[in-house]
């Protein structure tokens, strides 16, 4: 669970400087359907890590990390197929990396992200709308809701009914990042 802050939070347009995740104040999420797409899953991973540099010109430049071992959706015989070779590979791939491309500013006020998800040896574009608040002088906190391509990212599992792949995952990331001192 992520803790709440009573510091006031504002909107940002990312302030300078070099921000690391805070993993204990940080959730990272997915829900799927499965079972003809009846049965909603819902999972997380409780390994994040990552950075974000944002220079004087308002560039930013970053890498999350995400412990593939570390995925849980409450069932344990499910969790450990998803780390297994049919799926994440974990022993072989520790880690799910996301790096940022661009995070430029929009007229509405959130942030367009583009980036590569890598899962595996596959690359995933992702373009999604994110938020950032200042929460006080040295935390951020950034949210991000997109769907992944589950077709594009090389996990497949053959069969039918349970043991198909859903055609998308929703992922929902909600990222405290503390300024580097």
Do not use: C, Q
Not at 57 to 63: K, T, V, Y
Not at 91 to 109: M, S
Not at 119 to 125: D, G, N, P, S
């Amino acid at each position: 669970m992520v803790s709440t802050h009573s510091a006031d939070t504002h909107s940002t347009r990312l302030p300078l400087g070099d921000w690391h995740v805070v993993p204990a104040d940080s959730e990272l999420g997915f829900v799927t359907r499965i079972l003809f797409g009846l049965v909603p899953v819902r999972g997380s991973y409780s390994g994040v890590s990552g950075e974000l540099h944002v220079d004087g010109a308002g560039n930013a430049s970053g890498e999350l990390l995400i412990d593939a071992a570390t995925v849980s959706t409450g069932i344990g015989k499910r969790d450990r197929h998803l780390r297994s070779n049919d799926f994440f590979a974990a022993d072989e791939h520790p880690h799910v990396r996301f790096t940022l491309a661009t995070l430029v500013p929009t007229a509405d006020g959130s942030l367009a992200l583009t980036g590569t998800l890598h899962i595996r040896e596959h690359e995933l574009a992702i373009d999604t709308p994110i938020t950032a608040e200042a929460i006080g002088a040295d935390r951020l906190r950034v949210n991000a809701d997109f769907n992944v391509d589950h077709r594009a990212s090389g996990l497949r599992a053959s069969g039918s009914g349970w043991k198909k792949v859903p055609e998308t995952l929703h992922v929902n990331a909600a990222l405290t990042l503390e300024r580097n001192i």
